[in-house]
């Protein structure tokens, strides 16, 4: 009993994995350009969204930023263009997706990152656009 009760419990682990894989993003998230717009960290509900001044940042800092996004591990670049620039990162273990969102307005450089699954991102979409800024911020 302890062993089908087991075996019931690895299958559910592996159904579970690869269905986080295989589900299909919901697109509309990659056109997401959500408030606020004033600049700052504003945390959301399961990420974050990021305003910065591009007075205060490189030239090119969307070209810049996008390519940093790019490059990095376990992202892939999504969507139908620019603006906003999409982008899916997956966690290591699990695949879990989280989308964000890159764009330009009101003279400001925005990011929205978040996660596709859950409530709590445990702070890791934060983390990720902070190390972001900070490789933007080394190649001015």
């Known amino acids: 009993m302890l062993l089908k009760i087991i075996a019931v419990l690895i299958a559910l682990v592996i159904v579970f994995g690869i269905w986080v894989r295989v589900s299909?993003?919901?697109a509309d998230r990659f056109a997401e350009?959500?408030?606020?717009?004033e600049p700052g960290a504003h945390p959301m509900t399961g990420g974050i969204k990021v305003v910065r001044p591009l007075a205060d940042l490189p030239?090119?800092?969307?070209?810049a930023l996008?390519?940093?996004a790019a490059a990095t591990p376990r992202t892939e670049r999504v969507g139908d263009g620019d603006d906003?620039?999409?982008?899916?990162t997956r966690s290591k273990l699990?695949?879990?997706?989280?989308?964000?969102?890159?764009?330009?307005e009101g003279g400001n450089l925005h990011v929205y990152s978040h996660l596709v699954f859950?409530?709590?991102d445990m702070g890791v979409n934060a983390a990720r656009v902070s190390?972001?800024?900070?490789?933007?911020?080394?190649?001015s």
Do not use: H, M, Y
């Not at 030239?59 to 070209?63: C, I, L, N, S, V």
């Not at 906003?84 to 899916?88: D, E, G, K, N």
């Open 94 to 104: 699990w695949a879990f997706p989280d989308i964000a969102t890159i764009w330009v």
């Open 33 to 37: 350009k959500p408030g606020p717009n």
């Open 24 to 26: 299909p993003l919901p």
């Open 118 to 120: 859950g409530q709590g």
């Open 66 to 68: 996008t390519s940093i």
């Open 59 to 63: 030239p090119d800092a969307f070209e």
């Open 84 to 88: 906003p620039a999409a982008f899916v």
């Open 131 to 139: 190390r972001w800024f900070d490789r933007l911020a080394s190649q």
